[in-house]
């Protein structure tokens, strides 16, 4: 586990104990308590079947992490660090090593999200228009490349 991997669990390692344990701690916390909000979020996800991961903000992740949970291969992240889209910096004694910082794999994570939400809107506009279908304009252009 990197430095910024805090913690990293599935569903099924969570025991019946366990969920007693933070059921009884949400219900006796104040309402505010950022700490109960947070078990909350973790037991209905691992209701749901996803496996939880607690990243530090400031940690550093490997390439393979990074792919991870991207949900994407390790030579495709490869490709966005080489071309300088996903900053990173060599590490080891050889510097043959690489590592994302969180805060810049999260910057990354958001312009891809944005980019997604572009081409949706964009492929949703030409679906519901049964006319004619009109180019992006330049400004739309512009916003998908300096993703």
Same mark, same amino acid.
Do not use: C, W, Y
């Given at each position: 586990?990197?430095?910024?991997?805090?913690?990293?669990?599935?569903? $099924? +390692?969570?025991?019946?104990?366990?969920?007693?344990?933070?059921?009884?701690?949400?219900?006796?916390?104040? !309402?505010?308590? @950022?700490?109960?909000?947070?078990?909350? =979020?973790?037991?209905? @996800?691992?209701?749901?079947?996803?496996?939880? *991961? /607690?990243?530090?903000?400031?940690? +550093? /992740? *490997?390439? $393979?992490?990074?792919?991870?949970?991207? $949900?994407? %291969? =390790?030579?495709?992240?490869? %490709?966005?660090?080489? *071309?300088?889209?996903?900053?990173?910096?060599? /590490?080891? &004694?050889?510097? !043959?090593?690489? !590592?994302? !910082?969180? %805060?810049?794999?999260?910057?990354?994570?958001?312009?891809?999200?944005?980019?997604?939400?572009?081409?949706?809107?964009?492929?949703?506009?030409?679906? %519901? $228009?049964? +006319?004619? /279908?009109?180019?992006?304009?330049?400004? &739309?252009?512009? &916003?998908? &490349?300096?993703?």
């Amino acid at each position: 586990m990197s430095d910024a991997m805090i913690a990293q669990f599935s569903q $099924n +390692e969570i025991t019946g104990r366990d969920r007693e344990l933070a059921e009884e701690l949400i219900a006796n916390a104040p !309402k505010d308590s @950022s700490i109960a909000q947070l078990l909350q =979020r973790i037991l209905a @996800s691992t209701d749901r079947g996803i496996d939880i *991961t /607690v990243l530090a903000a400031d940690g +550093e /992740v *490997t390439p $393979n992490q990074a792919a991870s949970l991207l $949900n994407m %291969s =390790r030579p495709h992240l490869l %490709s966005f660090m080489d *071309t300088g889209e996903l900053p990173f910096h060599r /590490v080891g &004694e050889t510097q !043959k090593h690489r !590592k994302i !910082k969180m %805060s810049d794999l999260r910057v990354f994570m958001a312009a891809r999200d944005a980019g997604k939400q572009i081409t949706a809107d964009a492929l949703h506009a030409s679906s %519901s $228009n049964s +006319e004619i /279908v009109e180019p992006l304009s330049p400004e &739309e252009i512009g &916003e998908l &490349e300096s993703l």
